[in-house]
């Protein structure tokens, strides 16, 4: 049956038939604490009506997680507030929704602690219904959210009952309660410990940050030369902060993957080599590529995406279009050719045509030989028909002049030099790059 319940009715005086009701505060860590409450009788309690205060300079700055409004199921809970019904609840057509409806007990009423924000308040709850509808025998009232921004400090939280407001109020006026506040001083940890989950697999350690009363905050992966996938590495520390603050945490990828440097200049490929400390700069190779960006990655080894050790060393080969003293280039796979310092300054005096860059070095006119530094001429020619070199391996010859690069200094060479495009055209335009 339901029956609104007055604040009249709180104050129903207590006959000898005792019922004990134990009214309990709990400490959860970071400042929340919450309140719960246990009937040894059949008969439930209808109302509470509670004055709590904390010490030591904290304060109490939210109450939450209470029913609002009519239980309307079985063992529902304590949702009508009686020192801000008739002020919040048109009984017609109610709000339980108004954020300003609250068990908090108003200041400007009788004999009521000073609110939220400060060391105490009242709280006030009751219930509409008996019967099955009612509060069951015993469970949550409510959490108190207490604020450490003082410091990071304990405290006290003690519970007693307001007889102006009503104390405890049962719904058989015979049966007096006889109030036993269990635990109702509580010292408050005004913070929480982050749990040290370094080692512990993801779904442990989320369970551990959660179980303390904190967050789950980032987590990143990162390859570990000694941890196996999924496990936690790294994490976010300290001894004391908020419940609810979000802890981030690394987690291990497993083994390290070479990086991809083929493409980057030697800036970045080192760069992205010895990252994280996983991999070494193995041996750097100079091989000469007309036809690709100079002083760009080529190719590596071991590949890119390879799962390798910690320590593998990573070698590359640089391409390149320059001459420099001291550089070799194989001509045709055999024979070894090297740049010497006067080649290197007659090169830069030619402002570095690209075509001395390829596999014999130079094409047409020599660095060091022929009657002109710039241009295919006579001198080239007769060095084509001559019979030393004509029809045979360019390597044989220290002009270069296997124009077609063939393999071998002959008759198509021959029609190169000849051809009016190239002939007398400076040599770092004729005859093309290969």
Known sequence: MKKV????????IAAPVMATVTVTATDKGGGV????????????????????TVDNGLVINNIRDFNRGESKVPGGGYGIFPGRFANYINASSPNWADTNYTPIGRSTDPNTQSGLGTGAITVELGT????????GPSGLLFRLDVNTNSGAHDGNLLIALNGTRGGIVTEDANLAPSPVLTGTKVTLQSCIAIPN????????????????????GTATGA????????????????????????????????????????GSNMTDANTAITNGGFFTIGVITYEPNCLKTPGSIDRQS????TVAACGTTINYVVDTNGLYAGRVFTLYGSTTFTVTSAMVNTWNALGQPN????????????VYTGSSATKTDAVDLAQVKNTANFNKNDTTSNACLDFNLSGKIDAADLAIVKNTNNFNKVTGAAPPCQ
């Open 302 to 305: 071991p590949a890119a995406g």
């Open 223 to 262: 390859y570990s030369c000694a941890a196996a996938a999924n496990v936690v590495i790294s994490q976010d520390t300290g001894s004391c902060v908020a419940s609810g603050t979000p802890v981030n945490y690394t987690y291990s990828l497993g083994m390290p993957v070479v990086p991809n440097v083929v």
């Open 128 to 135: 509409l219904y008996v019967g099955p509808n009612s509060p």
């Open 355 to 366: 075509c001395w860059c390829c596999a014999s070095q130079k094409r047409g006119n020599g």
């Open 5 to 12: 319940l007055l604040v009249a009715a709180m104050l129903i």
């Open 197 to 216: 989950i370094v080692g512990m697999v993801i779904t442990d350690a989320n369970n551990a940050i959660l179980n303390a009363g904190l967050a789950v």
């Open 33 to 52: 604490v919450e309140v719960s409450y246990n009937c040894t009788a059949a008969e439930a309690v209808r109302a509470f009506a509670l004055d709590i």
